[in-house]
């Protein structure tokens, strides 16, 4: 455990890129009293709004938090949409770098608005447009990725199916962190697994690996993905999944996280269960971006990848027992290893 406080007093050291879809998360709290006499529906009698940048831009936030320097590349929509205003002024706020950001004209920003009364989620509204970006964004994303990759220790790949993030896009952006020996770490989606090759580390759920298993089997040409059972129920289940999905894409690890559960760390030739060490659960919503985000700053600052992923147990722990999409900071983490 001492490696891992020495570690941790060196994240903040760490220069990452976050590249994924972006995200304004609009949360609207209040009480209710009543149901309306319209539908059989709560009135919410809402106090208080407050604005979060969110996607990758949460992974970005995490890494502030945790002290490092963090640059976001993405897109959002029109320059003058209201919600992509918002996101800049609040990334901002947040020491968070967008000089990757790039806007699309007639595109909306996407935002997700959750209505909370007293603790509980009510309801959550999203606009979005998911399509596809333009080549001439593509073309400056790439221009941005590979003239600035040389500036950062880790890219970090987060893709929630908005359009960012296609095949071709996906693989070069692995590729070139490859090619410059940069960490590259990927919060996956499962329709683009075979496109996650050669990464660092992608870090999915047991949702998002069952989905992949699915996934790899149906577009597995050459007859090599050889695993039977689809479903992740036993921890038999989960070793062979995760021995599998390894081996396939030809990844340095593999963290697949579990909830309640914990997480279990595969690496050639080895894997380990890590136990939860969360004392108490209010809300899980953001965890991942925890995972990940401190995952890579400990790769960053030399620890080992088993050592990563025990640091981004107790991040995950710490930020699951707060309310709403949390972040944690050295401090607290500090505290927790302790």
Known sequence: M?????????????????????ILDQYIWGNVERISPEA???VVYANRRNYVPGGAANVANNISALGA?????????????????????????????????????????????????????VVRVDWEDV?????????????????????????VIEDYGKGLLDRELTRNIIKTAKDFKKIVTVDPKENNFDCYKHATCITPNRKEAQNAIRYLKMNDRGNLFKIYKETLFT?????????????YLQLESLLITLGEGGMWLFEKGKNKRIPTVAQEVFDVSGAGDTVISSFTLALCAGASK?????????????????????????????????
Request: hydrophobic share 40%; aromatic share 4%; charged share 30%.
């Open 131 to 155: 399509h596809d970006i333009s080549k001439s964004i593509k073309d400056k994303l790439t221009i941005f990725l590979d003239t600035n990759i040389k500036n950062f220790d880790a890219i």
């Open 2 to 22: 001492k490696n891992l406080r020495k570690v941790v007093g060196k994240l903040n050291k760490a220069r990452v890129l976050v590249v994924g879809d972006l």
């Open 306 to 338: 088993l050592e990563a992923a025990y640091i981004a147990n107790f991040a995950a722990g710490i930020v699951v027992g707060k309310l709403g999409t949390a972040v944690t900071n050295s401090r607290e983490l500090l505290g927790r290893i302790k």
């Open 69 to 121: 320097r963090v640059s976001l590349c993405g897109i959002l929509g029109d320059s003058k949409d209201p919600a992509t205003e918002m996101f800049q002024s609040e990334a901002k706020k947040l020491g968070i770098d967008t000089k990757g950001v790039f806007f699309e004209k007639g595109r909306k920003t996407t935002l997700k608005t959750r209505i909370i009364a007293g603790h509980q989620q």
């Open 235 to 247: 921890d038999n289940d989960i070793k062979n999944a995760g021995e599998k999905i390894l081996e």
């Open 40 to 42: 059989p529906v709560p």
